[in-house]
């Protein structure tokens, strides 16, 4: 395997990454030209620094392809979709982690081979080193003892971290997966000993000063307690398909330090808020296959900026058509949903390409609610009709 060469921050202190989310390739010229076309046009209007391709990707060579025609480095997190074809979860990230532009990792020790985290690093006076100092420990090297020397003067700016959300089902309860309490209590003790291990570096910056982003799939259940209680920053169109378990991934990230939480998996969503010290994105639906956007809604990413040891950040949505949307309004749109599992599709019409599951939701949704309506509409006229034909009769034996 290819070692990844590290990530640095520009001169002037940023980093930008671009979140591309839900693609859903399928084998037809619709989806590959679409998908395609939106990320290669995207990269080419942001420049970014790096891309980040946050689950249901389902054909993932042609996914990261743009990415490596536009020399642009980028990393995975798998979605619920992404090993419904012949290979399973680690073999699809071994496999992307053989490309040179790719900064995938494996065979890092969380409990199921797939979650990672990595540096991004302010350069110092020294050559660019190996992202790791062993592959197989999920412990980033600092620049210090075992990385060569040849990177002692170069400081971490900002921590990324990589989670894998799981299918459809969490702890065994069914309908979405979630960041299990194992692999919470990995992220917690070896990217706890990583930034302690920061803060007692010379030369670094505190520890937390370090911004640090998270990617992952399904959004945590925090998802919905904000569209239901705080104003957001852009669209909210789908309840929350988050996990029905709670298994503290909020209570981990404020512990952490964690800046920034994006995910995807909902395709009407694209709003953002914070809950504490944590801001918590949506992604935009980049991809042709499957449901959504809402019709008239540009496909897109989310771009992030970073600054080096420094918490403050700033995001925007780059669309397919060249528009920035930078969603600086805030607004309340009141939602009462309970449970995550309560979540339901609104599209009424599917796009190319649709899973069948997702396009029987899409069918029960707009034909149940047609059904009832054409119910109540027979039984009420069952109830008028014998009236309206009485007064019918009594109104024709009147006199003119």
């Known amino acids: 395997m290819p070692t990844p060469q590290k990530l640095y921050f520009n001169t002037n202190g940023t980093f930008r990454l671009v979140q591309f989310t839900d693609l859903h390739y399928f084998n037809d010229a619709t989806t590959i030209q679409g998908n395609q076309r939106v990320v290669r046009d995207v990269l080419a209007w942001e420049s970014p620094d ?39 979860l680690l073999d699809i990230m071994q496999m992307d982690s053989q490309v040179p532009l790719s900064r995938t990792l494996t065979g890092v020790v969380s409990p199921n081979g797939v979650d990672y985290f990595m540096p991004v690093w302010r350069r110092g006076s020294g050559a660019a080193g190996p992202l790791l ?14 990385a060569g020397g040849d990177v002692a003067a170069d400081t971490v700016g900002a921590m990324l971290v990589f989670l894998y959300s799981g299918q459809h089902e969490c702890m065994g309860v069914p309908k979405w997966g979630c960041v299990t309490p194992d692999q919470i209590a990995w992220l ?58 709670n298994t503290g991934t909020m209570d981990a990230f404020e512990l952490l330090g964690v800046t ?34 809402q019709p008239g809604v540009p496909r897109g990413a989310r771009v992030l900026e970073l600054t ?37 599709l609104k599209m009424l019409v599917p796009d190319a390409g649709m899973l069948p599951a997702d396009l029987a939701i899409v069918v029960v949704g707009f034909v ?28 024709s034996s009147c006199p003119s």
Not at 133 to 146: F, I, L, V
Not at 211 to 235: C, Q, T
């Open 308 to 344: 080096a040891a420094n918490k403050t950040f700033a995001t925007w949505i780059r669309t397919e058509k060249g528009d920035v949307q930078a969603q600086r309004e805030a607004r309340h749109m009141p939602s009462t949903q309970t449970r995550c599992s309560d979540s339901q």
């Open 260 to 293: 920034t939480v994006q995910c995807g998996h909902d395709h009407l969503n694209d709003f953002y808020a914070s809950i504490g010290s944590v801001t918590y994105m949506y992604g935009s639906k980049t991809g042709y296959g499957s449901y959504g956007p």
């Open 188 to 245: 917690k003790a070896s990217l706890g000993s990583y930034m302690a291990q920061i803060s007692s570096t010379p030369g670094s910056p505190p520890a937390a000063t370090i911004p640090i982003s998270v990617f992952l799939h399904i959004p945590p259940p925090e998802y919905m307690d904000i569209r239901n209680n705080l104003a957001i920053h852009g669209f909210s169109n789908e309840t929350t398909a988050c996990p029905s378990v």
């Open 50 to 88: 790096m891309a980040v391709f946050s689950g249901d990707l389902r054909m993932h060579s042609l996914a990261v392809q743009p990415a490596v025609d536009a020399a642009v480095p980028y990393a995975i997190i798998l979605g619920n979709h992404d090993n419904e074809a012949d290979m399973e």
């Open 368 to 395: 149940a609610p047609l059904m009832l309506i054409g119910l109540l509409a027979w039984r009420l006229r069952r109830r008028i009709m014998p009236h309206f034909k009485a007064y019918s009769a009594v109104a």
């Open 133 to 146: 100092a062993n592959g197989t420990s999920g412990q980033p090297t600092n620049g210090t003892a075992g």
